[in-house]
């Protein structure tokens, strides 16, 4: 089986940016998911550009921050305010489907000219569950040609469907009870058992800092995770379990 190894959340503050390089450079991530809009874009940048070995996707947001959009071309996103109107109320609202593909479009575009390549898209907060927004995922990743994270085995199917490359299997929930190693590891162990080809393992990871609480209810659970993803036996069991580490890139090769 291969083995997707993605940290979430790449970008939201300096502090998680640097915890994600090092359980890129220290640990078993692989891939990274770059959020486009927080206080951690510009040093996620920077570091993808030093040479981090890892697949960057981008980790499309409409639910915190400041758009990429003028908030006159999105109105069915933003407050008054300008900024993303939240995800409650995204998820119970109606968003504008081709608001969604317009900032969709603008986030992506904003790490290709930073001279990023872009492996694969995912959503922050798992917006793409909303029927509206994975529609409108769906015509931006058939027209840029990305693979896209599949949550269940119904967006898998859809996904599949309509041509776009996904895993075979998900885990988002590995630390649901708690961040351990016999979790992760349990985690891994499922994806085996169901026969995936091709599996991500979802994973936050990183440092905390001043700017991360007013932003995240997630803050040491994240430095728990990159104690675990950079644990030198986790990279030794992985091999011995037959599992080899890879990114988006090889979906688009299977």
Known sequence: MLLIVNADDFGYTPAVSRGIVRAVREGVVTSVSLLVNMPGTQAALAAVRSGIPAGVGVHLCLTRGRPLSEPRYIPSLVSSNGEFAGR?????????????????????????????????????????????ILSALIRVARALKLPVRSLDEQMRGLLTQKGIRTPDYFCGEW?????????????????????????????????????????????????????????P????????????????????RT
């Open 175 to 231: 630390f649901a009870e708690g961040v351990s190693l016999a979790n992760f590891k349990a985690c891994v162990k499922k994806g085996l058992e169901r026969g995936a080809r091709v599996m991500e393992l979802m994973t936050h990871p990183g440092e905390v800092d001043d700017e991360l609480a007013p932003r995240s209810g997630y803050t040491v659970e994240r430095e728990k995770e990159l104690a675990i993803l950079c644990d």
């Open 233 to 252: 036996g986790l990279r030794q069991w992985l091999a011995e379990t037959g599992v080899r580490l890879g990114t988006y890139a090889d979906v688009t």
């Open 88 to 132: 409650d109320r995204l998820l119970q609202g109606s968003p504008n489907a081709g608001e969604v593909e317009r900032e969709f479009y603008a986030q992506v575009a904003y790490v290709q000219s930073a001279g990023v390549h872009v492996t694969h898209l995912d959503t922050h907060h798992h917006i793409h569950r909303h029927p509206v």
